[in-house]
């Protein structure tokens, strides 16, 4: 008798266990679904990779190992400062290609698709 | 005058020492690295003058971005250097070099408003152009310590930048 009930509560107690990691399965998945960040590094005024394909909503986050001040500008568009050594982001809200440079080193130049 | 022809005669230095017949006239690392630190304190130099005397917003900032890229590659150097225990070795480029900036400078400070703004944007592509030939032609192929190579690389990737952004403002000006 005692031993059928722990069996039963033992069931029980497995069975939630299987619906909270199902749960949290389900849940950590759906994120990033919704919008990714992706990293440009930029080293020896080199954006890296050069040409990326992100859509509306995602993130770019520009990694600048250089001892120097870049941007990412757009013509009349956005105007990202990345500070020596440090990290700077934006998340894309239109869909359409854009070329971007930096405006200290115009020779620097990425690309972006944004997809919708 | 005499300075105008010792500052074309020191321009031409830099880029007659690259053709093959005077191969025996490169510059050593040692001196290089005082060319190269040289030419970045020169347009320190230039860009503090403008902070000074411009009221320009363009100038303006243009100035400050060339005192920090050139703050940041003179470090650089330094403590490359100091890394590889080599005493930057005074030269006559790089005596030429200061002599010509300190007449550009005495040429620069005797004019006001438009007219310095006009000057010395030209003169920083003018001289941009010349350091990313010496570098471009004479001191990167010269170099013989790689790290000193891939530093002097990156400078004239940063120095055309320099060289772009200059000729940007020059056009935006007139």
């Known amino acids: 008798m005692s031993s059928r009930n722990s069996n039963r509560s033992a069931r029980a107690l497995f069975l939630w266990a299987i619906g909270l990691a199902a749960m949290l399965a389900f849940g950590t998945a759906a994120a990033p679904a919704h919008a990714k960040t992706i990293t440009v590094t930029i080293q020896k005024l080199v954006f890296s990779p050069a040409n990326i394909q992100a859509k509306a909503g995602d993130t770019i986050e520009w990694v600048n190992k250089d001892a120097f001040a870049h941007t990412a500008t757009v013509k009349g568009g956005w105007d990202v400062m990345i500070p020596p050594e440090k990290s700077a982001s934006l998340v894309l809200k239109k869909a359409g290609p854009v070329d971007y ?3 200290f080193h115009p020779n620097m130049k990425g690309h972006v698709t944004v997809s919708p | 005058m005499a300075i105008r022809m010792t500052a074309v005669l020191a321009a031409s230095c830099l880029f007659l020492a690259g ?16 060319i190269a630190y040289t030419a970045g304190v020169i347009d320190i130099e230039a860009a503090k ?10 100038i303006k900032a243009f100035a400050k971005d060339m005192e920090r890229d050139h703050e940041a590659v003179n470090k650089q150097a330094l403590a490359l250097v100091k890394k590889l225990k080599v005493t930057p070795e005074d030269n006559p480029t790089s005596k030429a070099l200061t002599k010509a900036a300190k007449a550009e ?17 030209a003169n920083e592509v003018a001289y941009h152009k010349q350091v990313n030939g010496a570098l471009n032609d004479v001191l990167i ?8 190579k891939d530093l002097l ?3 004239l990737k940063i120095f055309q930048g320099h060289e772009e952004h200059a000729e940007h403002v020059q056009s935006e000006l007139k």
């Open chain 2, 105 to 121: 400078r005495a040429k620069l400070s005797k004019l006001h408003g438009a007219a310095f703004d006009k000057a010395y944007i």
């Open chain 1, 101 to 103: 440079f930096c405006r």
């Open chain 2, 19 to 34: 053709v093959p017949a005077h191969a025996a006239e490169k510059p050593t690392d040692p001196q290089i690295a005082h």
């Open chain 2, 153 to 155: 690389e990156t400078g």
């Open chain 2, 141 to 148: 192929p010269s170099a013989h310590n790689p790290q000193l």
């Open chain 2, 49 to 58: 003058q403008a902070l000074k005397k411009s009221n320009n917003k363009e």
